[in-house]
């Protein structure tokens, strides 16, 4: 299967600072990328779906204003969790899909704890 | 809306068969995913039915009835790595192409 990577796997940060966190397909071009967070004993609840060149389509309940999206090639996305409070810990996931859209690849997650 | 169910948790023997079963309840259906996670690692793929019946893929199957709103993956020998989080995933018809994800079976295999 293709590969996608995320980058930093794991992030730890101060109370009200930003985190920017970049995903990257590195053997194909990805049309759309997804960002999800994933709580403990969760399951993956989508943030928002972004395609290249194009503004981020948000899922309901989750604010663009802080987690700013970033499409601007077809092979990076990059997520920015602006002012970062101790409830935006979580596992962060990217995902990536070519047009073909039957199949998406994950990235191996973002751990991020916001002390 | 939509809502997917499945057992949170289940537990075997190496060697053994174990089925995880999913339930859904969807406005149109467009094809049902099933992935492994292990813990603090993202789901990597394992299978997708849009068709009722069963596919086969090594040790793991999986089976879809449309009618039903069920599926099932079925894993053989089960081996002391198979120990995981095992997500369905439901895409629905006429809208987002993207699915939404079951809460996860926590599958403990012990020897």
């Known amino acids: 299967g293709a590969v996608v990577s995320q980058h930093p796997s794991w992030v730890i940060c101060k109370s009200g600072t930003s985190v920017k966190i970049e995903c990257r397909s590195l053997?194909?071009?990805?049309?759309?990328m997804f960002w999800y967070r994933q709580f403990p004993k969760q399951s993956l609840m989508l943030m928002a779906t972004?395609?290249?060149?194009?503004?981020?389509?948000?899922e309901q309940g989750v604010e663009k204003d802080k987690f700013l999206i970033n499409h601007a090639s077809l092979t990076l996305s990059t997520l920015t969790v602006t002012s970062a409070h101790p409830e935006d810990s979580s596992f962060y996931i990217c995902?990536?899909?070519?047009?073909?859209?039957?199949?998406?690849?994950f990235g191996p997650g973002t751990r991020l704890t916001v002390l | 809306g939509q809502n997917i169910d499945q057992p949170t948790e289940m537990t075997a023997t190496e060697g053994a068969i174990v089925q995880i079963n999913c339930t859904y309840q969807?406005?149109?259906?467009?094809?049902l995913f099933w992935y492994q996670q292990h813990a603090g690692e993202a789901p990597t793929f394992l299978s997708y039915?849009?068709?009722?019946g069963l596919e086969e893929k090594g040790r793991f199957s999986s089976f879809l009835s449309r009618s039903k709103g069920y599926s099932y993956l079925l894993l053989k020998e089960l081996q002391m790595k198979d120990s995981a989080s095992y997500l369905c995933?439901?895409?629905?018809?006429?809208?987002?192409?993207?699915?939404?994800f079951g809460r996860g079976t926590s599958l403990i295999v012990h020897p």
């Open positions: 995902s990536a899909s070519d047009s073909a859209i039957n199949e998406q690849f």
């Open positions: 969807t406005s149109g259906f467009n094809g």
């Open positions: 995933a439901v895409r629905v018809s006429g809208g987002s192409y993207i699915p939404t």
């Open positions: 972004s395609n290249e060149g194009s503004k981020a389509t948000y």
């Open positions: 039915n849009v068709l009722d």
């Open positions: 053997d194909f071009q990805a049309t759309t």
